[in-house]
């Protein structure tokens, strides 16, 4: 598919909007994203209806619905005839999906929400992954994204498997990955909380040089350093620790080790 790009008009913070023929924007779904979505988008000077409670039809010119996937159907049937645009926040979901809706896009921000009240600065920044069922919805989802200091990407349908699973990789597994070493930490004496100030610092830091560096050039420790026998040493220390992680450590050594053996571009 050939991606349209609607990078050159990003910017970084909270824009007042300028297209008037969207400017009041319905929100159903009173979870994390929905209650930071529409904070975001009152602050982006929208005329915003919500968050309403799943089921609640706001009025608007276009409603984003930030519900659960196996509800969007019916979020969709429901809002259908309320809207001229109607849209999903989900990475997985196809648009088919907001069927009847005649004009439909989808809205996935690339980050991460904790429910806090700092949640509605979190888009400032991120990627969006749009979509739509026509030039102009993809539009639409674009320049929402752009008003709230996104970069938009276009995804189509067919791509949404990979691209949520990439983005689960990147999120959710790093949180199970982490919530391991914290179980292994254990075993030196740390209980969770003394694990997580220990390692946080470390983790951060990990990120930002995959970021900069690229996987290869950020991969430090044992294995990068080709020390057998410290990992060995390790994962003697997994088993006894936590043995049902043991099967964890040796898959992440094989990744690690085709890091170490893969050839530079």
Same mark, same amino acid.
């Given at each position: 598919m050939e991606r349209t790009s609607f990078a050159g008009s990003a910017g970084v913070g909270f824009r007042k909007m300028t297209d008037t023929s969207m400017s009041r924007i319905g929100v159903v779904g009173r979870g994390r994203l929905g209650s930071a979505l529409a904070t975001a988008l009152g602050a982006a000077g929208y005329e915003v209806s919500g968050p309403t409670g799943r089921g609640e039809v706001p009025e608007?010119?276009?409603?984003?619905?930030?519900?659960?996937d196996s509800e969007i159907p019916a979020a969709a049937a429901a809002a259908a005839d309320a809207a001229p645009l109607i849209g999903h926040t989900s990475g997985a979901t196809p648009l088919t999906a907001l069927e009847p809706a005649a004009e439909r896009f989808g809205l996935h921000p690339l980050q991460t929400f904790s429910g806090g009240e700092s949640d509605a600065g979190r888009f400032a920044g991120c990627r969006c992954a749009v979509a739509g069922s026509t030039p102009a919805a993809a539009e639409g989802a674009a320049s929402l994204a752009r008003s709230l200091g996104m970069v938009p990407f276009e995804i189509a349908d067919e791509q949404r498997p990979a691209y949520h699973a990439a983005a689960s990789i990147a999120s959710n597994f790093l949180v199970a990955l982490e919530a391991a070493a914290e179980? /292994? !930490?254990?075993?030196?004496? *740390?209980?969770?909380?003394?694990? $997580? %100030? &220990?390692?946080?610092?470390?983790?951060?830091?990990?990120?930002?040089?995959w970021a900069q560096l690229g996987p290869r050039r950020a991969l430090t420790g044992p /294995? !990068?350093?080709?020390?057998? *026998?410290?990992?060995?040493?390790? $994962? %003697? &220390?997994?088993?006894?620790?936590?043995p049902q992680l043991e099967a964890l450590f040796d898959v992440m050594v094989e990744r690690a080790r085709a890091l170490v053996e893969k050839v530079p571009a």
């Open positions: 608007a010119e276009a409603i984003v619905l930030c519900v659960p179980e /292994v !930490a254990g075993a030196a004496g *740390l209980d969770p909380e003394e694990a $997580r %100030a &220990a390692l946080a610092p470390l983790v951060r830091t990990t990120v930002e040089n /294995v !990068a350093r080709g020390d057998d *026998l410290t990992v060995a040493a390790q $994962r %003697a &220390a997994v088993r006894e620790a936590a």
